[in-house]
């Protein structure tokens, strides 16, 4: 057999061993957004006949004040979840890599709300925020109206997803913590260095490629909170939740108008794939494994 013929089979066989993967990439992925792109030009209420409509569903959204509204909602949302919960996750992983006794119960105790059903979290933290029978409201003794307020209905929404989800993010900081060869700590420790300057200095260089894992994915994530915001405030008071993934469920399920949002849907793919370019571009030049 010549070395071309072989180098043929080889990739023959690589891709076959590729093909379920992509068959599920293809099924799953592509032709979903296919199907969403395809009817975000046409008029449908799920149950009547499709109305060929062209980019007027385009323009109609882009100029909605309710959309830009949601959008900028989004936007402070994830501003206000996932810098608090990189740094939260990384000081719990900092903390869980030092040998702590029951480091492992602690461990599982973090995961736990991430593993949990949103939906199921979201109903009760909805109690525990509840104005009246809440527990909170209980422990004050007074009415909390937090939920109601449309100053602090946001970010409690947001602390039920940082609550939620910083046990996530935890776990790859510690993977991360704890692929550090030890010698390079222990070195730095022996030289004279403070536990502060080997975290800087040593840790955190080699933790770029997590971070920018965690980052990408936990911008990605809030992007598409529902649950929480469903079971929380239902985006209220006033719109102050209507986080983008809520108001495209509504517009497709209570309103009726599946192809305004598709357009939603396929905005918020842009804005997702565009934040993760820009992540991958500002990860990409300052990722090093050499140590600063």
């Known amino acids: 057999m010549s070395k071309r013929a072989s180098r043929t089979r080889h990739a023959l066989i690589g891709y076959a061993f590729l093909s379920p993967a992509l068959i599920g990439v293809l099924i799953f992925m592509v032709v979903p957004i296919g199907v969403i792109m395809w009817v975000s030009l046409y008029r449908w209420d799920l149950i ?42 990384l000081l719990l992983a900092n903390l869980l890599t030092k040998g702590v006794r029951g480091t492992v119960v602690y461990r599982t105790l973090i995961v736990i709300p991430w593993i949990a059903p949103p939906l199921a979290l979201g109903v009760v933290w909805s109690w525990i925020f509840a104005p009246t029978g809440g527990l909170l409201s209980a422990l004050a003794g007074t009415r909390l109206e937090i939920l109601v307020s449309p100053t602090w209905a946001l970010p409690a929404a947001a602390f039920v997803v940082v609550w939620s989800n910083v046990g996530y993010t935890a776990l790859f900081f510690i993977a991360g913590l704890l692929a550090i060869p030890r ?16 975290f800087w200095h040593i840790k955190m260089p080699l933790l770029r490629p997590t971070f920018f894992f965690v980052s990408v994915t ?32 509504k517009e497709a399920f209570e309103t009726g108008n599946v192809g305004r949002a598709a357009v939603m849907a396929c905005v918020m793919m842009l804005l997702l794939m565009g934040l993760t370019l820009a992540q991958n571009l500002y990860f990409r030049k300052r990722t090093t494994y050499e140590l600063v």
């Open 183 to 198: 010698e390079l700590t222990e070195a730095a420790t022996v030289d004279g260095a403070s536990s502060s300057q080997v």
């Open 48 to 89: 009547g006949d499709t109305r060929y409509v062209g980019l007027a569903n385009v323009t109609n959204v882009l100029s909605d004040p309710a959309f830009l509204s949601s959008l900028r909602t989004t936007v402070l949302f994830v501003l206000l979840v996932v810098p608090i919960q990189i740094i939260l996750g």
């Open 218 to 249: 936990s911008v990605i994530s809030v992007f598409n909170v529902f649950d929480q915001i469903y079971a929380l405030t239902k985006g209220g008071p006033s719109g102050s939740t209507e986080v983008l993934a809520y108001l495209i469920y």
